[in-house]
């Protein structure tokens, strides 16, 4: 009876002492990965600001064409935002999403652009951008985001909001 009567305290021992440190330790560590989740979401926000509705760019260009080389310059210059600003894009994360992959790329050149034959509205254009990574991100569920170093072919669709003021609708790899 005596040796029960051990075990229980001992039981009780660790219930009342023993669980709450416990609890304690995997509840601090959670609010800490918390934590860190915040801090990686605050950094990409900070490393591509959104565009307010002032800095986009609406300047009437000469032609679509030189509309679609304007925006692959700002990505091969490094002007994320001004890239961003000057898509059709409205929701925050989805611009997000575009900062981090348009800073993926260390070079963005323009090789190739032509009218699209399929697209009778002018508004599609088929593209050759020769691109290098800075970081090959092949763990991802689509791997460097769909882009591989060298020479991708996509085709960049406009929206036209009159006046001479366009907007990239899509990127896509096919028409």
């Known amino acids: 009876m ?3 009567i051990k075990v229980l305290f001992f039981y009780i021992l660790i219930l009342v002492f023993v669980v709450p440190i416990l609890v304690l330790f995997f509840l601090g ?3 800490r990965k918390d934590n860190q989740k915040q801090d990686i979401s605050v ?3 900070e490393t591509t600001p959104t565009p307010k509705p002032q800095e986009l760019e609406t300047t009437p260009f000469l032609s679509k064409e030189d509309f679609v080389r304007k925006f692959c310059n700002f990505i091969d210059e490094g ?3 001004e890239a961003i600003g000057m898509m059709d894009v409205q929701e925050e994360t989805a611009k997000q999403i575009w900062g981090v992959v348009f800073n993926n ?5 323009l090789t190739k652009i ?3 034959s399929l697209d009778k509205s002018g508004n599609s254009f088929e593209v050759e951008i020769e691109v290098s ?4 991100l092949a763990d991802l569920p689509i791997p460097n985001y769909g882009w591989e170093n060298g020479v991708n072919k ?3 669709n406009l929206v036209d909001f009159g006046g001479g003021v366009y907007k990239i609708k899509e990127i896509s790899t096919g028409p």
């Open 2 to 4: 005596g040796r029960v």
């Open 29 to 31: 560590n959670l609010s």
């Open 43 to 45: 950094s990409i926000s």
């Open 79 to 81: 002007k994320i935002v």
């Open 105 to 109: 790329f260390s070079s963005f050149k």
């Open 114 to 116: 032509k009218e699209s």
């Open 133 to 136: 990574l800075k970081k090959n």
């Open 154 to 156: 996509r085709w960049i």
